[in-house]
């Protein structure tokens, strides 16, 4: 039995104290359009068990895209799971998220603990702050008395995707700026997808 370390309230975030996202990682190629990433994680460090070889290959398309694909194999049972987990600000830096515009192809939702964790709980978005089926500007419901916008300091939930098979990929989300004219189109093969609003990052 192994403990990871705890970080965030009494839970591990992000894997833990060193984050996956601080180690160096080794190129193994490089092209104008491609670059391969690999990073081996040792079995024990940070408590999580096992050799876990991950190979994360980003990639600029013709058709303006940036896309994110990650490999994985490790030699024991381990929890695994990556994300992409960049900030993007529509407007400018000294404009908040507020009037950008997000739509969300969901229906459903988890809601969140005191700790932030999910709950079990997949509720229905219809009626609620978070129905996003049509576009709705980011700000509409962000300081409502809604207990879970209390619980996140803002939107930090998971939203269960459309699909029609595991595995599709499909049109996540697309959030524009009116005011900028620049828009951003977020496509996945996850079943969800954790919409954060940047609750806690005071001076970005």
Known sequence: RSHTPINNGINTCHTGLSGFH?????????KDEEVVLKYIEKDGDDGWPGN????LTIR????????FEFD????????????????FNLTTPEENIFDTELQINADFF?????????????LKVKGTVFDFTEPMKIGKHILDNDDQLIKGTGYDHNFCLRKEYFGQEVLGARAVSH??????????????MQLYTGNWMDGF
């Open 110 to 122: 988890t809601p969140v603990d005191e700790h932030m964790i999910p709950t079990g709980e997949i």
């Open 72 to 87: 994985a194999t490790t030699d024991k049972a381990t929890p695994c799971a990556f994300t992409q987990h960049s900030f």
């Open 52 to 55: 876990l070889e991950t190979v």
């Open 22 to 30: 601080n180690n160096v990682w080794d190129i193994l190629s490089q």
């Open 179 to 192: 005011k900028s004219g620049i828009a951003i189109e977020m496509y996945t093969n996850a079943s969800g």
């Open 60 to 67: 600029l398309t013709d058709e303006n895209e940036i896309r």
